[in-house]
């Protein structure tokens, strides 16, 4: 301390100046430990809604595809959470005096949407787009868990930047065919007794719809993955950019 301080600095001074120091620091860290706690993850855990709308009927039972509710999620950057015309589509005729569906119709009638919860939320300074990555093949329990199974929604995965990161250092473990990405809960429908084996889907797609995440391609798959890499131009160098998230 000698060496840095002369004589004349108070101590107020000399904490100030090593608030200075550490300071930026101690604020980041502190701030990835807040976001990282489990209160603020929620992994797994579904809140609650102001309906009880279940995935797991609509999608695996009743086989509907998610862009006829979240209209924009191939060609925006957010995606939608339907409107109540949406559900009135079908529940003008079915359901149609369940209390369970009172909120639906009642923002129907006054044209206000329903209150739904968020569930996965980027911080502001984080930039997301949903489209390049649903036209890059990658199916969305990749990043939302078993959606298609889910009686409630929970989260699937908390966004932490080096999660983000695993898949843009090699997106050539991830990457898959586009027209796969929606057709693969219509031929885990098909699949024998909710397990998800056999009938055309692939060992990684059977780890997909069973926990979601991230599945990386291995052995001989990752040749395709490196093919499709090429084929769709990624660059691969420039996909860890700190702009590239950080506008
Ligand atoms: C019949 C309409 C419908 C279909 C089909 C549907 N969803 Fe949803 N989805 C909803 C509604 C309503 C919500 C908001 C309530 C909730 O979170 O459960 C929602 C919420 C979500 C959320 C959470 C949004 C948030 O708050 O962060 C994700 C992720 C999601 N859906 C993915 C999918 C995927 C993937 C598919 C296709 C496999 C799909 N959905 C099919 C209606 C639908
Ligand atoms: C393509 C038709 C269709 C659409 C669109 C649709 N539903 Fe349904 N929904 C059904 C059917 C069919 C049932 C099941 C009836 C049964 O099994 O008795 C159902 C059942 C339900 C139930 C009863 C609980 C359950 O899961 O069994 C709720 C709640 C519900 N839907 C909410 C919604 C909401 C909210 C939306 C809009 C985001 C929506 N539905 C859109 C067809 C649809
Ligand atoms: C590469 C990861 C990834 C994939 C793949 C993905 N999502 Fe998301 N999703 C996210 C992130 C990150 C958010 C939070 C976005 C934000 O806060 O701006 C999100 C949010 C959502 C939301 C809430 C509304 C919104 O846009 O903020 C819905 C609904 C949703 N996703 C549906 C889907 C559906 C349906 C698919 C597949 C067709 C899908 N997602 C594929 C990462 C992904
Ligand atoms: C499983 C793989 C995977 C995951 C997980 C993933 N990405 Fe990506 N991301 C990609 C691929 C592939 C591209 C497309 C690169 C291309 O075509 O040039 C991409 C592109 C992007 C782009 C560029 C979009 C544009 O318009 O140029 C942004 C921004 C981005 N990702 C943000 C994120 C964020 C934030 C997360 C974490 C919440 C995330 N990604 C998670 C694979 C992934
Ligand atoms: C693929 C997308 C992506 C890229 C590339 C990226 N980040 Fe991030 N970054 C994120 C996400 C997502 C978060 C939010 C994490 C959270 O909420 O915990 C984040 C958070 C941060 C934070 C806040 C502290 C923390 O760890 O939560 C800092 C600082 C940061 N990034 C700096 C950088 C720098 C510097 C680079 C370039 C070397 C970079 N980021 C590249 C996605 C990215």
Known sequence: MAQIFHPG????????????????????MGASAISRSSFNTKV?????QPIP???EHHV?????????CHTSVEKAAHSNVPASETCMSCHSQIWTNSPLLDPMRESYRTNTPVKWNLINKVPEFVYFNHSIHINRGLNCNTCHGPIQKMQMTYKGQYFHMVWCLECHRNPEKFVGKREDVFSLYERGQRTSANNYVGRGVTRRETELLRHGGLVPREGKELEEGKALVKQYGIKTKQLTDCSICHR
């Open 53 to 55: 709308f279940s995935h």
């Open 9 to 28: 600095f108070n101590t107020l001074a000399r904490l100030g100046v090593l608030l200075a120091v550490t300071g930026p620091v101690a604020v980041i």
């Open 60 to 68: 695996n039972e009743l086989g509907i595809d998610c862009r006829y």
């Open 44 to 48: 797994g855990v579904a809140p609650d």
